[in-house]
């Protein structure tokens, strides 16, 4: 009880609210931990890395692409790589938020002609470096 009634004193003498001290603690907690998330993002994005991947699921080619969004123009250049492998999209989905790009594209061949996972792989990654440079994590299948 003495302590609790010396708190109350100091409290009351320095004229501040113990519940205003504790938000003002809190706050600078969140703004440091606002900070220290804003400090590892930039580094992500310093470090991102191009992953490309296609699989062949029956007569469908699944092609999923993440990359930095430096360069702009991804998706254009994705899409005219799959015009000259003569592979019409079926479905996408593309996300170009912030400096990521991500694609999810289902392609089939034009008529008779037909491409390899390979060729799609390398066709891809063309595209993409042509408007970044950087290592490439390719996946086949």
């Not at 702009?72 to 005219?80: I, N, Y």
């Not at 089939?108 to 799609?120: E, F, H, K, P």
């Amino acid at each position: 009880m003495a302590t609790s009634y010396k708190l109350q004193r100091r409290t009351a003498a320095s004229g501040r609210n113990p519940k205003s001290a504790k938000r003002g603690f809190i706050v600078k907690n969140v703004v440091l931990h606002f900070y220290k998330l804003k400090i590892k993002l930039e580094q992500l994005q310093r470090e991102c890395t191009k992953e490309v991947k296609v699989e062949k699921i029956g007569q469908e080619f699944v092609v999923r692409v993440s990359c930095c969004n430096k360069g702009g123009d991804k998706l254009v250049s994705v899409l005219s790589a799959f015009d000259e492998l003569g592979l019409d999209v079926v479905r996408a989905s593309v996300s170009c938020g912030g400096h990521l790009f991500s694609m999810e594209a289902i392609a089939v061949a034009q008529g008779q002609q037909t491409s390899g996972v390979r060729d799609i792989t390398r066709a891809v990654i063309k595209a993409i470096d042509d408007k970044q440079g950087g290592e490439v994590e390719t996946v086949e299948t």
